[in-house]
């Protein structure tokens, strides 16, 4: 019984001393696979600052890749598409002052990845964008009028977008998307603009009223007009035929006025011969 305890106690501690020994390769092994390798996820590029020879040219792409943290290090750039929103506060042709607001989409040219970082930096769309944003559109808004800007909004956005692309392609910037998402006035001009909104909308109404009342005017003349012609000719006929004329028509008249009548559910036919005075006090 004592040997079998003292053998089993062997056997424990030979167990104890493998899990500590593989505990311990697997910390070691842990250590070096967190010091030795970087991981570069989907969407992102990597750039390996070399302290001897500097930043390699050429990004790396996803995936665990081998590294030594003693003289290397590891620079990671996001390369999906980017919301910003950029704000300016300037001047229209006519002097009023105009708040705009333009909503794109980036990300950075992947094969100048290296040249963003040694010219511009990791922030470049904060250092960059809202740079060119304001040129573009202070450059763009001082060519046109206030009123131009909201009856125009289309094409002015489309210039926006086309110039903007173009600047931002100069630091190796690639803008999907362009779009001018607000526009406001101060008070007192939005009010004249709203006054003169209202200005515009009764002109146009008193312009329909005119338009009416000249083609109801017309519309009397032409019918006064048909009337004395009609009534020229009757005078004329009945200078030459005496008043057959008038009989013709009162005839014509009696014939109209029978064809009514006799179409009509309600009429009640009377003997001309009877008398239709009732004595209402013989019924009583």
């Known amino acids: 019984s004592t040997q079998s305890?003292?053998?089993?106690?062997?056997?424990?501690?030979r167990i104890a001393n493998f899990l500590v020994t593989a505990g311990g390769a697997l910390a070691v092994g842990s250590f070096g696979l967190n010091f030795f390798f970087y991981t570069v996820d989907?969407?992102?590029r990597?750039?390996?600052?070399?302290?001897?020879?500097?930043?390699?040219?050429?990004?790396?792409?996803?995936?665990?890749?081998?590294?030594?943290?003693?003289y290397q290090s590891v620079i990671k750039y996001d390369i999906r598409l980017q919301p910003k929103t950029i704000t300016s506060h300037t001047g229209t042709k006519d002097l009023?002052?105009?708040d705009i607001a333009l909503r794109i989409l980036h990300r950075p040219m992947e094969s100048f990845l290296q040249k963003i970082h040694l010219t511009i930096g990791r922030k470049y769309d904060e250092t960059?964008?809202?740079?060119?944003?304001?040129?573009?559109?202070?450059?763009?808004?001082?060519?046109?009028d206030a009123e131009q800007l909201l009856k125009q909004r289309e094409k002015i956005s489309s210039e926006i977008r086309e110039e903007l692309t173009k600047r931002a392609r100069e630091f190796h910037i690639v803008l999907d998307d362009v779009a001018l998402t607000h526009i406001s006035f101060s008070k007192e001009f939005a009010s004249a603009i709203e006054q003169k909104t209202v200005a515009q909308q009764d002109a146009e109404r008193q312009k329909f009223e005119v338009a009416?009342?000249?083609e109801e005017n017309k519309a009397l003349i032409i019918r006064a007009e048909g009337e004395a012609d009609a009534a020229r000719l009757i005078s004329e006929s009945?200078?030459?035929?005496?008043?057959?004329m008038l009989e013709i028509r009162r005839l014509e008249a009696a014939k109209h006025i029978a064809e009514q009548l006799a179409g009509s559910s309600n009429i009640v036919y009377i003997p001309g011969n009877t008398n239709n005075l009732l004595n209402l006090r013989n019924l009583a």
């Open 96 to 98: 009023q002052y105009v």
């Open 212 to 214: 009416r009342n000249e």
């Open 128 to 144: 960059i964008l809202p740079s060119i944003g304001n040129e573009v559109l202070k450059s763009l808004v001082a060519q046109y």
């Open 5 to 13: 305890t003292w053998e089993f106690k062997r056997v424990m501690e």
């Open 42 to 44: 989907a969407g992102e």
């Open 46 to 70: 990597a750039l390996i600052l070399n302290n001897f020879s500097g930043i390699q040219e050429k990004p790396i792409g996803e995936g665990m890749h081998l590294y030594n943290p003693l």
């Open 238 to 244: 009945i200078k030459r035929h005496g008043q057959a």
